[in-house]
């Protein structure tokens, strides 16, 4: 899954949470036809964050429907007690919160151990610092660009400084990734800034032709990278 991620960036990756849920299975062949690399898979507790979603069962239930990877970003108080839950959904990544795992290298490790790619996500207020001593723990870094919770936010272009310090810092081994807001006007300063992963609702789903959106992301993601 690791090197499926490597080879393919840079990637758009659809955020479930902007689908259309009446229409989940012909959402999914949709975006297969479209050959998005990565479905990103937004779980919320009502808890950790000020509304809920859906979770494993619902995941695990769709599993069967495609072959593409998942990523469970997982904006959840006590992400441990349910890993179990999402690996067995078939998930190939998950993604934790350092605000809600302050000490995360035990559970990144589990997560690793079981086979799973091991993502480590920062919210908008936190520092790169706070995420730096457990790099060397995680596959995937993610920045959060906006306020966790819903989608159709408005980016915070702060953000971007901790994408350029962690590709500094980590190398190219590290996959990272930003999520919220992220369209034809955001994309490109995230590439430049050494982005592989784009996390892409509204740009996504609010179009009517979703290989256009993510073709188009991924080709102007490629272009700012190639420039640059
Ligand atoms: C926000 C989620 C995002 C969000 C992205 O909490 O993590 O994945 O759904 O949606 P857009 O692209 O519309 O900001
Ligand atoms: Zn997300």
């Known amino acids: 899954m690791l090197s499926h991620l490597r080879a393919r960036r840079p990637i758009a990756a659809p955020s479930m949470l902007k689908c259309d849920f009446a229409n989940l ?24 964050v000020p509304n809920l ?31 179990n839950e999402y690996i067995n959904a078939g998930c190939e990544a998950i993604t934790i919160h350092l605000e809600a795992v302050p000490e995360p290298v035990a559970v990144l490790n589990e997560i690793r151990r079981r086979g799973v790619v091991a993502g480590l996500a920062i919210n908008p207020e936190t ?15 993610l920045v959060m660009s906006v306020h966790p919770g ?22 190219n081994d ?39 959106a993510i073709a188009a992301l991924q080709q102007t993601a490629r272009g700012t990278q190639a420039c640059c």
Do not use: N
């Open 25 to 48: 299975h012909r959402e999914i062949e949709l975006l297969d036809s479209a050959e998005a690399s990565l479905f990103h898979w937004d779980v919320m507790d009502g808890h950790f």
């Open 53 to 83: 979603s859906y979770g494993a069962m619902v995941i695990k239930s769709v599993r069967p429907l495609t072959e593409t990877p998942f990523d469970a970003h997982l904006m959840i108080s006590d992400p441990s007690k349910y890993l």
């Open 150 to 171: 819903f989608g159709g936010q408005k980016f915070i272009p702060d953000v971007v400084s901790k994408i350029r310090d962690a590709r500094a810092m980590a190398g």
């Open 174 to 212: 590290l996959i990272i990734s930003v999520d919220g807001g992220i369209g034809p006007a955001t994309i490109g300063q995230c590439a430049d800034a050494g982005c592989d992963v784009f996390v892409a609702g509204s740009s996504v789903f609010d179009e009517p032709c979703y290989t256009t």
């Open 127 to 141: 520092p790169f610092a706070a995420a730096e001593p457990f790099l060397k723990a995680c596959d995937l870094l």
